[in-house]
C-alpha cells in the first residue's frame, strides 16, 4: 500500500512480507532509497514518523541561507562531510540541520534534507556510499506540498502503529521473544 507518490514523496508498505519487521520503501522524486534494506523496526518507524509530522505540521519560512534546493543540499553535504569547498561553513551548517529521513538503518545510505519554504517543502537527496557520498550523481530534487507530505506521513503512522499493535499482540500470544525472553517489558506504539 502507497501513501504518497513515488514521484514527490512516498512510503510503500508490504506488510505481508515479515511478521515482526515493518517493511517499507522510501521514495523521493522517484528514487526509492532504501534498496538494501527496507525492515524497519516497528517502534522505530513510528517514534520517527511521529516526529516528523511534528516538526511539519505548521507552515516555516524559507531559511535565509537557502539559494536553490540543489545548491543548498550541496553546500550542507559539504560542511557533513567535512569538505573544505571555500564557501561559508556557518550556512552549511545551518542548512545541515534540515536533514531529513533519519530513521535508523534502513535510511542510513541516503543524505536527504526538506527544506521548508512556507507551505511547501523542497525535498533534496543523494544515495550514497558506506563512507560518504557519491559524487558523480546529481542530487535528485523533489518539491511537495507540506500538506501533502503531513498526509502521507500521518496515513503512514496509522498504519505502522496498526501494525505494530498487531505485532507486539501475536509475540505476546506467543509468550516469548523467539529469543527465551520475557515480553512484558515491551511498550505499544
Given at each position: 500500500?502507497?501513501?504518497?507518490?513515488?514521484?514527490?514523496?512516498?512510503?510503500?508498505?508490504?506488510?505481508?512480507?515479515?511478521?515482526?519487521?515493518?517493511?517499507?520503501?522510501?521514495?523521493?522524486?522517484?528514487?526509492?532509497?532504501?534498496?538494501?534494506?527496507?525492515?524497519?523496526?516497528?517502534?522505530?518507524?513510528?517514534?520517527?514518523l511521529?516526529?516528523?509530522?511534528?516538526?511539519?505540521?505548521?507552515?516555516?519560512?524559507?531559511p535565509?541561507?537557502?539559494?536553490?534546493?540543489?545548491?543548498?543540499?550541496?553546500?550542507?553535504?559539504?560542511?557533513?562531510?567535512?569538505?573544505?569547498?571555500?564557501?561559508?561553513?556557518?550556512?552549511?551548517?545551518?542548512?545541515?540541520r534540515?536533514?531529513?529521513?533519519?530513521?535508523?538503518?534502513?535510511?542510513?545510505?541516503?543524505?536527504?534534507?526538506?527544506?521548508?519554504?512556507?507551505?511547501r517543502?523542497?525535498?533534496?537527496?543523494?544515495?550514497?556510499?558506506?563512507?560518504?557520498?557519491?559524487?558523480?550523481?546529481?542530487?535528485?530534487?523533489?518539491?511537495?506540498?507540506?500538506?501533502?507530505?503531513?498526509?502521507?506521513?500521518?496515513?503512514?503512522?496509522?498504519?505502522?502503529?496498526?501494525?505494530?499493535?498487531?505485532?507486539?499482540?501475536?509475540?505476546?500470544?506467543?509468550?516469548?521473544?523467539?529469543?527465551?525472553?520475557?515480553?512484558?517489558?515491551?511498550?505499544?506504539?
Amino acid at each position: 500500500m502507497l501513501f504518497g507518490s513515488r514521484a514527490g514523496f512516498g512510503l510503500e508498505f508490504h506488510v505481508e512480507r515479515d511478521p515482526d519487521l515493518l517493511c517499507v520503501d522510501v521514495f523521493v522524486g522517484g528514487l526509492r532509497v532504501n534498496t538494501w534494506d527496507n525492515a524497519f523496526y516497528p517502534p522505530l518507524l513510528v517514534k520517527k514518523l511521529k516526529d516528523e509530522l511534528a516538526r511539519f505540521r505548521t507552515p516555516t519560512a524559507r531559511p535565509v541561507e537557502f539559494t536553490s534546493p540543489a545548491e543548498s543540499f550541496r553546500l550542507a553535504e559539504s560542511w557533513m562531510y567535512e569538505e573544505d569547498t571555500g564557501t561559508d561553513p556557518a550556512a552549511g551548517e545551518a542548512l545541515a540541520r534540515y536533514e531529513f529521513l533519519e530513521w535508523g538503518e534502513c535510511t542510513d545510505q541516503v543524505t536527504a534534507l526538506a527544506f521548508p519554504d512556507g507551505d511547501r517543502l523542497h525535498l533534496v537527496c543523494r544515495v550514497r556510499d558506506a563512507g560518504g557520498p557519491v559524487r558523480d550523481t546529481e542530487p535528485v530534487v523533489a518539491p511537495v506540498s507540506r500538506t501533502a507530505l503531513v498526509d502521507t506521513l500521518e496515513r503512514a503512522l496509522a498504519v505502522a502503529e496498526r501494525e505494530w499493535s498487531a505485532r507486539l499482540a501475536a509475540i505476546q500470544g506467543r509468550g516469548d521473544t523467539r529469543d527465551g525472553g520475557d515480553v512484558s517489558g515491551v511498550r505499544s506504539p
